[in-house]
């Protein structure tokens, strides 16, 4: 199986390493020519989704992933990459991929909670005792679903300072998983489990 990883700015060769310690092979996106290779899945990785959104557009992919994406194609996408799928970004007029229904909120936690870690229970990955570690890096978090095929995953119910009420941090939505956190930092491989076997279906 093969699993193509953004690969322009921010955590890719984290996505990567796990990816391989699960058996599958890895494609670096960093042009458009490297679009041209089959694959099964396509990694979103956390990072600046500005940045990351404005270099696919200038090296010519934001097309072709984004048609991909619209055509079934599965997709885990962490932190900047879930504001790149997201259909509206709070506060501002634009969006990327727009393929997600829902609004995200960027940097959502405010400067005290730049990063923090939180534990939750997420659907859908194999079952464990143990819930899931979350690693949060000035993350956003899904401010509100515009579908109801769109499936929160992944909630928080308190947060480190004891403020704020439930966030949603995760969704699934047809072929697409978005999530707020950084599972490639975890230690725990099992939402990128989940992912793969997406791919392989
Ligand atoms: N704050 C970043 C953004 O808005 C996302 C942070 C991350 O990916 N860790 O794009």
């Known amino acids: 199986m093969r699993i193509a990883v953004l690969a322009v700015q921010g ?10 310690q ?3 092979e890895c494609v670096e996106l960093r042009n458009s020519s490297s679009l041209a290779g089959e694959f099964d899945g396509l990694v979103l990785p956390g990072g600046e989704s500005t940045v990351q959104g404005k270099l696919l557009r200038e090296l010519g992919m934001f097309e072709e992933l984004k048609g ?10 962490t932190c900047a990459g879930l504001i790149l799928l997201a259909g509206h970004i709070s506060g501002s007029p634009g969006a990327h991929f727009a393929a997600l229904p829902v609004t995200v ?8 909670l730049g990063s923090f ?4 229970r997420i659907k859908g990955i194999r079952e464990e005792t143990r819930p899931f570690p979350l690693e949060f890096i000035r993350a956003p978090y899904v401010a509100s679903i515009g579908s109801g095929a769109v499936e929160p995953i992944a ?3 308190k947060l480190p ?8 941090v995760g969704v ?3 072929n697409q998983i978005g999530l707020a956190f950084h599972p490639e930092l975890a230690g725990d491989t099992r939402c990128h489990e989940m992912f793969l076997s997406m791919c392989h279906a």
Do not use: C, W
């Not at 955590?11 to 391989?20: G, W």
């Not at 991909?68 to 996408?77: E, F, K």
């Open 161 to 168: 300072d004891g403020s704020k009420g439930r966030n949603t």
């Open 105 to 112: 909120k960027r940097n959502a936690y405010g400067r005290q």
């Open 22 to 24: 699960l058996g599958a």
């Open 117 to 120: 870690s939180a534990f939750a």
């Open 11 to 20: 955590a890719f060769l984290e996505h990567e390493n796990i990816l391989r």
């Open 68 to 77: 991909r994406i619209q055509n079934g194609m599965p997709v885990l996408a």
């Open 155 to 157: 909630v928080i119910d």
């Open 172 to 174: 699934r939505y047809k």
